[in-house]
């Protein structure tokens, strides 16, 4: 399916004059980030839940326009600036791909960290970003690295059999780190790039089992992403993981918010202890470094990586071209 110029409603653009947005690219640890810093609608200034719910609404075709393709790929994760609700906080941010929205991203708010340094808009230190799910606590290092303290995470369910057609069945842990996650451990599964296809595969069938069997997240949350973990390449390293992403893409970092579920399932389980490093890999080899502190019944995750710019640029909207508002091809 593709969105046509019947559903640019928020899109502003007239017959005489191209629309132009401004987009700062950047990947962290090979996932892909596209910040936009001007030329988004108006969202009002409500908190950020209110102005999602705006985006959502009425300006959806904006969201597919600067991420999906001809301009983005299903890879990318893009991220809306906006002004912060509260006086002490640095920046506001919107979290989307080519498929819908996401709670929290922790590469993208590492993306969201390097770009605004990138424009000289923050100095190396504290930075709390505002997200529809809660404000995170950001650290930029002198070093360029970025450490986000990450919403309270937690288990919701664990040891939980879904039956996945053509595969078997699998047992996993539900697991809220920003986003909810199905977390499997217990598999024959090679987490290497080269078996991406695959990956994808069975990881796109948990996904749809689970739906269809009506295991939920609380409250009946989607479950839209499902992390396969396994034993790091790297003998330093604590771990290695494939996350599917919501839509048709897998992460290609190590995950923020995966990597905050996966540490509050292990200290769930009496395996992370607070302050203990956890070195998670990605499926590139990439590695966020992490670490809980308890908070209540959750965990607080702190994930350390670092971004990197890799384009400026002028995502132009032609009122005459037949696809200004992106072509959706995940599901």
């Not at 326009?65 to 509260?86: D, F, K, Y």
Request: glycine share 12%; net charge negative.
């Amino acid at each position: 399916m593709y969105a046509t110029s019947s559903t640019l409603r928020g899109m502003n653009l007239s017959t005489s004059a191209q629309r132009r947005v401004e987009v700062v690219d950047s990947h962290t640890a090979g996932e892909p980030t596209r910040v936009i810093v001007s030329g988004g609608p108006d969202l009002g200034s409500g908190d950020l839940k209110s102005r999602l719910h705006i985006l959502r609404t009425r300006h959806d075709c904006f969201r597919s326009a600067v991420v999906c393709e001809p301009r983005g790929s299903e890879v990318v994760v893009g991220a809306l600036l906006t002004e912060p609700a509260g006086e002490s906080a640095t920046a506001a941010v919107i979290f989307f791909n080519d498929v819908g929205y996401l709670g929290m991203c922790g590469h993208g708010t590492m993306g969201v960290i390097a770009t605004l340094a990138h424009l000289g808009r923050i100095a190396p230190g504290r930075h709390d970003i505002e997200t529809p799910v809660g404000t995170v606590r950001a650290h930029l290092h002198a070093d360029h690295r970025v450490s986000v303290e990450n919403v309270p995470s937690y288990v919701y369910r664990t040891d939980v059999a879904v039956e996945v057609r053509g595969f078997g069945t699998f047992q996993g842990d539900i697991a809220w780190g920003g986003n909810w996650f199905f977390l499997v451990s217990d598999h024959t599964f090679d987490l290497d790039a080269a078996n991406r296809s695959e990956l994808l595969a069975v990881s796109t069938a948990i996904r749809a089992a689970l739906r269809g069997n009506g295991i939920t997240g609380r409250n009946g949350a989607t479950i839209d992403h499902i992390e396969l973990c396994g034993p790091a390449r790297e003998k330093v390293n604590s771990g290695r993981n494939f996350v599917l992403c919501p839509g048709a893409s897998f992460d290609r970092s190590p995950c923020g918010t995966g990597t905050s579920a996966k540490m509050a399932c292990l200290h769930a389980a009496g395996q992370l202890p607070p302050g203990t490093p956890w070195l998670q890999e990605g499926i590139l080899g990439t590695v966020f470094e992490g670490s809980v502190r308890v908070q209540g019944e959750a965990v607080i995750p702190t994930i350390t990586g670092r971004a990197w710019i890799t384009a400026e640029s002028t995502l132009l909207f032609d009122p005459q071209d037949p696809f200004p508002a992106g072509i959706a091809l995940s599901t």
